[in-house]
């Protein structure tokens, strides 16, 4: 059996794209109403990854952080 994937190019919404290593920052997708995708800079690479932690189902962004 054979899959083909199509990739496809997308934009994030960002006000500030300066990460260093370690710093993760949620992003919007244009065009994409009520996505998002958390970037995160590890090792001087970029990640993208789902914005939600599966353990605890809140925002990654928000994961060690008190109020």
């Known amino acids: 059996m054979t899959a083909t994937i199509q990739q496809k ?5 960002l006000d500030n794209f ?10 919007e997708i244009d065009g994409v109403e009520g996505s ?3 970037l995160l800079k590890a090792n001087s690479q970029l990640r993208a990854l789902g ?3 599966t353990h ?12």
């Open 9 to 13: 190019e997308y934009k994030l919404k």
């Open 18 to 27: 300066d990460l260093k290593n370690g710093d993760k920052v949620e992003a």
């Open 36 to 38: 998002k995708v958390l």
């Open 51 to 53: 914005p939600k932690c």
């Open 56 to 67: 605890y189902g809140t925002a990654i962004t928000r994961v060690g952080k008190t109020a």
